[in-house]
């Protein structure tokens, strides 16, 4: 069971323990009142929605409405399917998505900064390959 302060809403396990706020708006011992409201915390699924509310509006204020930027990220994507290494096809697809983004918003930063570091990660793929096929022979 919870409890909530009358002032500002504030939720406490405990009604003794409310660290809000000691007094009203009308100057009365909030520890002589009776609070009787009950509250329910919110359920995981409540706050993962209002999270993801959250995301979308600050990465649409950057990178547009998320039907454009997927429409551009998959045109791109169409041609890059025609790649025939798996592991440089999924760093092309993930560039795709950087660069539909900066189409957008050209000067965010992390999007060029993400860009690199996949193209670093394909680097790192073919390396491996190579050490791979070296030690089976």
């Given at each position: 069971m919870?409890?909530?302060c009358?002032?500002?809403t ?6 003794y ?16 009142l009776e609070i ?8 995981l699924?409540e706050e993962?929605d209002?999270?993801?509310r ?22 791109l994507?169409?041609?890059v399917?025609?790649?025939?290494h798996?592991?440089v ?12 983004r900066?189409v ?7 999007s060029l900064?993400d ?7 394909a680097?790192?793929v ?6 791979d096929?070296?030690c089976?022979?």
């Amino acid at each position: 069971m919870t409890y909530r302060c009358p002032i500002c809403t504030d939720d406490f396990a405990n009604r003794y323990l409310l660290e809000c706020h000691t007094v009203d708006m009308h100057g009365r011992n909030l520890s002589d009142l009776e609070i009787e409201t009950k509250v329910s915390l919110p359920t995981l699924l409540e706050e993962f929605d209002a999270a993801i509310r959250t995301i979308t509006d600050e990465r649409g204020k950057v990178y547009g409405h998320p039907k454009e930027d997927f429409e551009r990220a998959q045109a791109l994507i169409n041609q890059v399917e025609l790649c025939r290494h798996p592991g440089v096809r999924h760093v092309l697809m993930m560039i795709c998505v950087k660069l539909s983004r900066l189409v957008q918003t050209p000067d965010h930063l992390d999007s060029l900064v993400d860009i690199v570091g996949y193209c670093r990660t394909a680097v790192m793929v073919l390396d491996k390959e190579k050490e791979d096929s070296k030690c089976l022979k």
